[in-house]
């Protein structure tokens, strides 16, 4: 049986700190790593064109648009409660 590298979780996990986590480099706001492409592109937002990126970190689910390699980045509605303030 593989097993997989357990990744460390960044101590803090305040609305801010996930918000900066993502908004400054699109890295998962949970794990801090950097997202990788999980889908094709799409053409339908007023924004323009974008790909699906997520974390693959300790089986974390996090998905986000990403318009460009760097940002802007929209979380994807099952996941915006993570940048949520409170």
Wanted: hydrophobic fraction near 35%; aromatic fraction near 12%.
């Amino acid at each position: 049986m593989v097993q997989r590298k357990a990744y460390p979780v960044p101590a803090d996990q305040s609305v801010e700190a996930r918000k900066s986590r993502f908004y400054e480099n699109g890295g998962c706001p949970v794990h801090g790593g950097v997202m990788g492409q999980t889908d094709g592109w799409y053409e339908d937002d007023p924004w323009g064109n974008y790909t699906i990126v997520g974390c693959d970190r300790n089986s974390c689910t996090f998905a986000a648009k990403a318009f460009s390699l760097k940002g802007p980045w929209e979380a994807l509605p099952q996941h915006a409660h993570l940048l949520a303030d409170q």
